[in-house]
């Protein structure tokens, strides 16, 4: 089934890739695993998924610990500063920094380990209070004092925008995240920025978040269907 899923997600990124003359190859296919047990995501590792992404650390560290191959996991929750250590070992590629505080932990975190993390600046293009994320006006402030992390790459933006019930209205935000990168771009601020990536679009509605630009897209419930509703943070798998 997992399988299926991910068959048929990918057969779709295609399609609105190629339908906005964009190429299917340059879009990554993010699977969000968050209570999903280890032994579905090693499903998804057979048929040939390579990113993970998680939300909730103690539940990240068991279930990497259980994975093994060539694989790429992303931290997409709320980081705490006091966490960052953790993040920093576990991860290749957090998405969700959205202050310096937690930029400098896991910039310093990252140089003990001596590792360099990619990272995202999540931006909260919805204005919402109750959500994570520099407000778009921040962002280029917050990522010029990033580039003096030499432990940090930050390759792109990433956002949360607000849960519309059609996929058409996440267009608008989605469209404000690409034009912000494109602002940033010129400014030079990204560390490279003929490659800046875009992380936008969930299962309902990746395929406008590639037409708007996506090259990572989150997929959790179209590829491992309903997960629990509320997040049990410590749940062991
Ligand atoms: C849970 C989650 C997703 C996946 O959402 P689905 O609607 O299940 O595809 C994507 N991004 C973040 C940050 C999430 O927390």
């Known amino acids: 089934m997992i399988g299926d899923n991910l068959a048929h997600i990918r057969a779709a990124v295609r399609e609105a890739a190629l339908r906005c003359g964009r190429n299917p190859d340059a879009i990554k296919i993010v699977a969000v695993s968050k209570h999903v047990a280890a032994a579905r995501l090693i499903e998804a590792q057979v ?46 590629v957090i998405q969700t920094v959205d202050r310096l505080k937690i930029a400098a932990a896991l910039n310093q975190h990252a140089g003990r380990l001596g590792k360099t993390l990619d990272v995202l600046v999540q931006v909260n293009v919805g204005r919402e209070a109750q959500k994570s994320g520099v407000l778009p006006e921040d962002a280029a402030g917050l ?6 992390l030499v432990h940090l790459r930050v390759r792109g933006l990433m956002t949360m925008p607000p849960l519309g019930r059609e996929p058409e209205e996440s267009r608008p935000w989605f469209r404000s995240l690409k034009q912000l990168s494109l602002q940033l771009t010129e400014e030079g601020l990204f560390y490279d920025n003929s490659a800046v990536e875009l992380s936008m679009g969930l299962s309902g509605d990746f395929t406008v978040a590639i037409e708007e630009g996506a090259t990572m897209i989150r997929i959790g419930t179209a590829i491992f269907g309903e997960r629990p509703k509320y997040p049990t943070h410590d749940v062991v798998i």
């Open 143 to 148: 990522l010029r004092e990033l580039r003096l």
């Open 47 to 92: 048929h040939g998924q390579t990113i993970f992404g998680e939300n909730y650390l103690q539940e990240a560290a068991g279930k990497i610990n259980q994975l093994h191959g060539p694989l790429e996991w992303h931290f997409i929750g709320h980081l705490q500063s006091n966490k960052a250590a953790t993040a920093a070992e576990l991860f290749q």
